[in-house]
């Protein structure tokens, strides 16, 4: 039986970059708070372009707050390669979330330079501005800028200090006049590579230390609100009520059963936050405002769950005596790997880990820098086990091992797609 066999990376120093970097904004014994933009944030980007520099790349800041490391190629007009994540974190975030991408690249690429291999295509490594989106409630914006995908009014979000993100960005060293000049035009990056942490528990389920990514999942975003009618809790009889709490109570329960009606399917559906008004003990609701969140790679199986959904809206209130109104917030298209690349790194996986069976394919639920690139280059991510999916959390953990496999998998995909 083959085993995994030794790899080609350095372990030990991209665990030990790992935990360097996770001192800066330390929270408790495991976790970090390194707000995007924040002085911690600073830090641990000059960190990392200290090493990005040791390792032989060419290492700036971008006007959009990115840190970029460039290995020059041998054919340095082709569309460059890109790796890459992000190393700022939520409030009450853990250590690997990002830092594993952006380290993990910068390993991959490092072992490159000291076999002495020169790409054909130039590679960037780059740990993009504010992925997470905390501080100004708005995320992706690093890689949002360089792509060209930034919205009108951006700057000008307050943080909770009604700090904006314009003096913000200028303090870390961005710099909004230089904005056009650091777009990427369309067609210089050829491809994107990002691993991750799952963020969630499939993989510890499936007992794999990671996983191929098949495509990040389209969320829809609806608000609904349902009008009944208030009235005394204690002397309106029931056949007469319009209770508008009482049809979101079944509503939510509807959405619950059909994201699991298919077993299997990685769709998922979730209220988040619902108001009541006039949420009182002793009136009956009258206005109820929820959020729903409905998710699936697949877009056919998402639109017929919505369709569900909606028909059992409809029925919730003609039998309750309610009104509704339902408000699309966001609405975005599944965005899929290239098929490619997944090929490459299935064939690299097999061989890696060594253990007989095809590697564990999955979906991401969450969005990544790597939905703002999936727009302009084609795309790949790998994901690393942690530990009951846990994250956003200072409790996240992945093993040494499995965070040595994902970046040897990135680094054996990149050489792969680095020879010309
Ligand atoms: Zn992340």
């Excluded at 495991?30 to 911690?40: F, I, M, Q």
């Excluded at 299997?264 to 009258?286: D, H, K, M, Q, Y």
């Excluded at 727009?375 to 965070?403: Q, T, W």
């Amino acid at each position: 039986m083959s085993t995994a066999g030794s790899l080609t990376i350095n372990n030990a120093r991209l665990h030990q970059r790992i935990e360097e970097l996770a001192q800066i904004g330390k929270l408790g014994d495991t976790g970090v708070c390194r707000l995007a933009l924040s002085p911690e944030d600073l830090q641990g980007v000059i960190l990392v372009k200290s090493w990005m520099e040791q390792a032989g790349l060419e290492a700036r800041i971008d006007a959009f707050g990115n840190l970029i490391g460039r290995l020059e190629g041998k054919a340095s007009g082709k569309p460059i390669l890109m790796l890459g994540s992000h190393i700022d974190s939520q409030p009450y975030g853990g250590r690997f979330d990002g830092a594993i991408g952006v380290l993990g690249a910068l390993e991959a690429v490092q072992t490159l330079i000291e076999l002495g291999e020169q790409p054909e295509q130039s590679i960037e490594v780059v740990a993009f501005c504010d992925e997470e989106g905390s501080r100004f409630n708005k995320g992706l914006f690093g890689v949002r800028g360089m792509t060209g995908k930034l919205e009108e009014g951006e700057l000008e979000r307050e943080d909770a200090n009604g700090v904006t993100r314009r003096e913000a960005l200028l303090t870390f060293g961005g710099d909004p006049s230089r904005f056009e000049a650091d777009q990427y035009p369309a067609g210089a990056i050829g491809a994107f590579l990002e691993l991750h942490i799952e963020q969630g528990p499939v993989l510890d389920a499936r007992q794999e230390p990671l996983g191929i990514v098949t495509g990040i999942a389209g969320p829809l975003w609806l608000t609904v609100e349902l009008t009944g009618f208030a009235g005394h809790a204690g002397s309106v009889p029931m056949p007469m009520r319009r209770d508008a709490l009482v049809g979101a109570a079944r509503i939510i329960t509807a959405l619950n059963q059909l994201a699991r009606s298919e077993a299997g399917a990685p769709t998922v559906g979730t209220v988040g936050a619902l108001t009541v008004f006039p949420n009182s003990r002793n009136i009956i609701p009258e206005k109820v405002t929820f959020t729903v969140d409905l998710r699936d790679i697949d877009m056919a199986r998402r639109a017929d769950r919505e369709r569900q959904l909606r028909n059992v809206l409809e029925e919730v209130c003609i039998e309750h005596g309610l009104t509704y109104a339902v408000r699309e917030d966001t609405n975005n298209e599944a965005r899929f790997c290239a098929d490619w690349i997944r090929e490459i790194m299935r064939d690299e996986a097999t061989r890696l880990l060594g253990n007989g069976h095809a590697p564990t394919e999955l979906m991401s639920g969450p969005f990544h820098d790597s939905l703002a690139l999936s727009y302009v280059c084609d795309y790949a991510m790998i994901f690393v086990r942690c530990k009951e999916g846990i994250s956003h959390n200072p409790l996240e953990y992945a093993a040494p091992r499995d965070i040595e496999l994902g970046a040897e998998l990135l680094y054996r995909t990149m050489v792969r797609l680095c020879k010309g």
